[in-house]
């Protein structure tokens, strides 16, 4: 059973950055495809950016390009979200996320795609 424990987030001042990591167990996830959705009060989940395990393909959202960087380190089962140059809009619970056998990081966007998730972490941006 895939277990994803969200870490690092927290309140900072807009303009600042903040690192999200996920820690991953359960599976062997050479085939995974891992991604970060979040979820503002009164919004629906979106696509923040997705990363293929292997190859490193990345993907992002078009609000989040340039700004965040999605990574992984093989070693630690870990994935990250740099956000750097954050806005008050940027506000949200942040989830990870993986999908089995998950291919191309731009073939989907949809939360229903993706089987197992973490809990979230609150991330807020003061303005």
């Known amino acids: 059973q895939v277990q994803l424990v969200e870490s690092g987030g927290g309140l900072v001042q807009a303009g600042t950055s903040l690192r999200l990591s996920c820690a991953a167990s359960g599976r062997t996830f050479s085939s995974y495809t891992m991604g970060w959705f979040r979820q503002a009060p009164g919004k629906e989940r979106e696509f923040v950016a997705a990363?293929?395990?292997?190859?490193?393909?990345?993907y992002y959202a078009d609000s989040v390009r340039g700004r965040f960087t999605i990574s992984r380190d093989n070693a630690k089962n870990t994935v990250y979200l740099q956000m750097n140059s954050l806005e008050p809009k940027d506000t949200a619970v942040y989830y990870c996320a993986a999908r089995a056998r998950g291919g191309d990081p731009a073939s989907t966007t949809l939360p229903r795609d993706f089987g197992s998730w973490g809990q979230g972490t609150q991330v807020t941006v003061s303005s």
């Open positions: 990363i293929r395990w292997t190859g490193g393909m990345t």
